[in-house]
């Protein structure tokens, strides 16, 4: 389960969702972001801040491409 | 450690088109191999599939980049390694519902035993225990570490790393079928002369027969004869393999086995010196550079002027090892080169090379080495089936680029073994003398009052290999004392050396992590 904490003045305030009602105590894991490597940031880059450009999946850029190529 | 794992062309795509959603553990991946510098596999079928479905992915997202850029840059930043698709697919998965791509993918792996990175489900119920997905990759290698054996040497990882060329040189011979004496013998041979400087190189079939042909050459020029007599001794060290000693009763003479010295394990010079006071039947000293360590070949070639002797040096296991910036091999009147796959410089099979100044010997041996004739119909001397095979010439040319990096590797990881060893009380670490080019064929340490097969056993059960060069001195063999040898002195040094040497694992591409653990290991049992 994933649920956004915001930041507060004291902390970090977690709303209490359905399935945290009966919750006297819960463990909190902290996911962090791998630093990007250079060749990541280069893309990155290129692709004007954005990532997952594509909408689709590489079988259907495929299929459509050949298509096109083959004239199908 | 040892990550030889090839990307399915789905996660090199996440990783080229910034794919997290289908693939969150991309840029965790990419940031661990790239910082631990592992090498990313890809089949040589799957280039132009990558190539063309990224330019698709890209002109369909109106990005307007230049795909040669990003896949140069993909290259340059990362060790990716292509491996030739094998051509031996079942022809009948054209015509079947089996994805041919995956296919190839999964035969190209089997060849080199490789592992599959791929998020494709279908695929990694294919391959089973040989696919990893993405999720489980930081796992994986984690683990891999921790049950990682250390062998004394990994011949497949050093194929690897240069298998591009190897495949190259190799196809082109199959392609000329020139098998026999083909170009690349004599490429090789010409190569190896211009790296040790000398007039002449002759490839022949292994170490064992370069000395063999070296004393025969010899014996036709000393003496005029195809043999030695048995009254001619030549000296050498009883502290190597049996190769050594062997050839000088194959060419009919007498070896007189003088000690080692313990610092370098090659033959200790002034016992040459007394013995030569002793004996006036004397015709050659064979010192052997053991373990890539040269011997002190000042004083063996200052003797060999005195009384007129031939040199012959034993350079199996120290090919671009240097006395006083010397090549070995290029010192003596002849080198005698093993390319054994083990050796520093070896081929996939047996296989050897002399090398000479004397142009007299150099002819005489390219006859020895076929049949001993220049024709081969007509043949003069009693001569050998001994060429050097075109294929393993094609193979050791490939690897002759790499030798002095691998030389280098080998003694750096000496450096990091000497570096903490050398504080243990109970062994002694190698030393390199002041003129030496030492190029560590072995890492070997001597144990004082240490129970060598305990402490063997220990390192095996932590899953460090080490070995024993060599357990028997050669003048305790059945086959020198019943073929006639001489003994001069108790050989004490060279008793005791076999009794308590140990090798430990000294592979050119093993990192430091690797050689740590070895450390770690050693730093446990001093502990105890």
């Given at each position: 389960m994933?649920?956004?904490?915001?930041?507060?003045?004291?902390?970090?305030?977690i709303?209490?969702i359905d399935?945290?009602?009966?919750?006297?105590?819960i463990?909190v894991?902290?996911?962090?972001?791998?630093?990007?490597?250079?060749?990541?940031?280069?893309?990155?880059?290129?692709?004007?801040?954005?990532?997952?450009?594509?909408?689709?999946?590489?079988?259907?850029?495929?299929n459509e491409?050949?298509r096109?190529?083959?004239?199908? | 450690m040892?990550y030889?794992i090839l990307?399915?062309?789905n996660?090199?795509?996440?990783?080229?088109?910034?794919?997290?959603?289908?693939?969150?553990?991309?840029?965790?991946i990419?940031?661990?191999?790239s910082?631990?510098?592992?090498?990313i596999y890809i089949?040589?079928?799957?280039?132009?599939?990558?190539?063309f479905t990224?330019?698709e992915?890209l002109?369909?997202?109106?990005?307007?980049?230049?795909?040669?850029?990003?896949?140069?840059?993909f290259?340059?930043?990362?060790?990716?390694?292509v491996?030739k698709?094998?051509?031996?697919i079942?022809?009948?998965k054209l015509?079947?519902?089996?994805?041919i791509?995956?296919?190839?993918?999964r035969?190209?792996?089997?060849t080199?035993d490789?592992y599959?990175?791929t998020r494709?489900?279908?695929f990694?119920e294919?391959?089973?225990k040989?696919g990893?997905?993405?999720?489980?990759?930081?796992?994986?290698?984690?683990?891999?570490?921790?049950?990682?054996?250390?062998?004394?040497?990994d011949?497949t990882?050093?194929t690897?790393?240069?298998?591009h060329?190897?495949?190259?040189?190799?196809?082109?011979?199959?392609?000329?079928s020139?098998?026999i004496?083909?170009?690349?013998?004599?490429?090789?041979?010409?190569?190896?002369?211009?790296?040790?400087?000398?007039?002449?190189?002759?490839g022949?079939s292994s170490g064992?027969?370069?000395l063999?042909?070296?004393?025969?050459?010899?014996?036709?020029k000393?003496?005029?004869k195809?043999?030695?007599?048995?009254?001619?001794?030549?000296?050498?060290?009883p502290?190597?393999?049996?190769a050594?000693?062997d050839a000088?009763?194959r060419?009919?003479?007498?070896?007189?086995?003088?000690d080692?010295?313990?610092d370098?394990?090659?033959?200790d010079t002034?016992k040459?010196?007394e013995?030569l006071k002793?004996?006036?039947?004397v015709?050659?000293i064979i010192?052997?550079?053991?373990?890539?360590h040269?011997?002190n070949?000042?004083e063996?070639?200052q003797?060999?002027k005195?009384?007129?002797l031939?040199v012959?040096?034993?350079?199996?296991?120290?090919f671009?090892?240097m006395?006083?910036?010397?090549?070995?091999?290029?010192?003596?009147?002849?080198?005698c080169?093993?390319?054994?796959?083990?050796?520093?410089?070896g081929?996939?099979s047996?296989?050897g090379?002399v090398s000479t100044?004397d142009?007299?010997?150099?002819?005489?041996?390219?006859m020895?080495?076929?049949?001993?004739?220049k024709d081969?119909?007509?043949?003069?001397h009693?001569?050998?089936?001994?060429?050097?095979?075109?294929?393993?010439?094609?193979?050791i040319l490939?690897?002759?680029?790499?030798i002095?990096d691998?030389n280098e590797?080998?003694?750096?990881i000496a450096?990091?073994?000497?570096?903490?060893?050398?504080e243990?009380?109970?062994l002694?670490?190698?030393?390199?003398k002041?003129?030496a080019?030492?190029v560590?064929?072995?890492?070997?340490?001597?144990?004082?009052?240490?129970?060598r097969?305990?402490?063997?056993?220990?390192?095996?059960q932590?899953?460090i290999s080490?070995?024993?060069?060599?357990?028997?001195?050669?003048h305790?063999?059945?086959v020198f004392?019943n073929n006639?040898?001489k003994?001069?002195?108790?050989?004490q040094n060279?008793?005791f050396?076999a009794?308590n040497?140990?090798?430990?694992?000294?592979e050119p591409?093993y990192?430091e992590?690797?050689i740590?653990?070895v450390?770690?290991s050693?730093n446990?049992?001093s502990?105890?």
């Amino acid at each position: 389960m994933k649920i956004k904490a915001k930041r507060t003045k004291d902390g970090f305030f977690i709303p209490l969702i359905d399935q945290l009602k009966d919750k006297e105590e819960i463990i909190v894991e902290i996911y962090e972001e791998p630093s990007k490597t250079e060749f990541v940031e280069f893309l990155y880059k290129i692709y004007d801040g954005k990532d997952n450009i594509s909408k689709f999946s590489d079988e259907e850029m495929l299929n459509e491409a050949l298509r096109e190529k083959y004239g199908l | 450690m040892d990550y030889k794992i090839l990307w399915d062309s789905n996660v090199i795509l996440d990783l080229l088109l910034l794919r997290t959603k289908d693939n969150p553990y991309v840029f965790e991946i990419e940031k661990y191999v790239s910082d631990n510098k592992i090498p990313i596999y890809i089949s040589s079928s799957q280039l132009q599939n990558i190539k063309f479905t990224l330019s698709e992915h890209l002109k369909n997202a109106n990005i307007n980049a230049n795909v040669n850029d990003i896949l140069r840059r993909f290259v340059e930043t990362h060790d990716v390694r292509v491996l030739k698709t094998p051509s031996y697919i079942d022809i009948d998965k054209l015509y079947s519902d089996d994805d041919i791509e995956n296919e190839l993918i999964r035969l190209t792996a089997e060849t080199f035993d490789l592992y599959i990175l791929t998020r494709d489900e279908k695929f990694l119920e294919t391959v089973k225990k040989k696919g990893i997905h993405p999720k489980d990759f930081i796992s994986f290698i984690s683990n891999g570490n921790e049950k990682q054996k250390i062998n004394m040497l990994d011949l497949t990882r050093e194929t690897l790393y240069i298998y591009h060329k190897i495949e190259k040189n190799m196809d082109k011979v199959i392609k000329e079928s020139n098998f026999i004496l083909g170009p690349e013998v004599k490429q090789l041979e010409e190569k190896t002369a211009n790296y040790l400087g000398v007039k002449h190189c002759i490839g022949c079939s292994s170490g064992t027969d370069a000395l063999v042909l070296s004393l025969r050459a010899l014996a036709i020029k000393l003496k005029g004869k195809e043999y030695f007599d048995k009254t001619d001794e030549i000296i050498t060290t009883p502290f190597t393999f049996t190769a050594t000693g062997d050839a000088i009763l194959r060419a009919a003479a007498t070896p007189v086995f003088i000690d080692i010295d313990l610092d370098t394990y090659t033959i200790d010079t002034s016992k040459i010196k007394e013995y030569l006071k002793t004996s006036k039947n004397v015709v050659g000293i064979i010192p052997v550079h053991l373990y890539g360590h040269p011997a002190n070949m000042d004083e063996i070639m200052q003797i060999a002027k005195e009384y007129n002797l031939f040199v012959i040096e034993d350079v199996a296991q120290a090919f671009g090892g240097m006395w006083d910036n010397k090549k070995l091999g290029s010192i003596g009147t002849t080198g005698c080169f093993s390319f054994f796959p083990s050796k520093n410089l070896g081929g996939f099979s047996d296989g050897g090379m002399v090398s000479t100044n004397d142009d007299e010997l150099a002819e005489v041996i390219r006859m020895l080495i076929k049949h001993g004739g220049k024709d081969k119909y007509n043949v003069d001397h009693m001569g050998y089936n001994a060429r050097l095979d075109t294929l393993q010439a094609a193979i050791i040319l490939a690897k002759f680029d790499i030798i002095d990096d691998f030389n280098e590797r080998r003694r750096k990881i000496a450096k990091l073994y000497t570096e903490t060893l050398k504080e243990i009380q109970w062994l002694k670490t190698p030393i390199e003398k002041e003129k030496a080019y030492h190029v560590f064929h072995q890492y070997t340490i001597l144990l004082k009052n240490k129970n060598r097969e305990e402490l063997q056993e220990k390192l095996k059960q932590k899953g460090i290999s080490t070995m024993i060069y060599y357990p028997y001195p050669l003048h305790k063999m059945k086959v020198f004392i019943n073929n006639g040898m001489k003994v001069y002195g108790d050989l004490q040094n060279s008793e005791f050396a076999a009794k308590n040497v140990l090798s430990l694992p000294i592979e050119p591409l093993y990192d430091e992590e690797i050689i740590n653990k070895v450390l770690e290991s050693f730093n446990v049992l001093s502990e105890r």
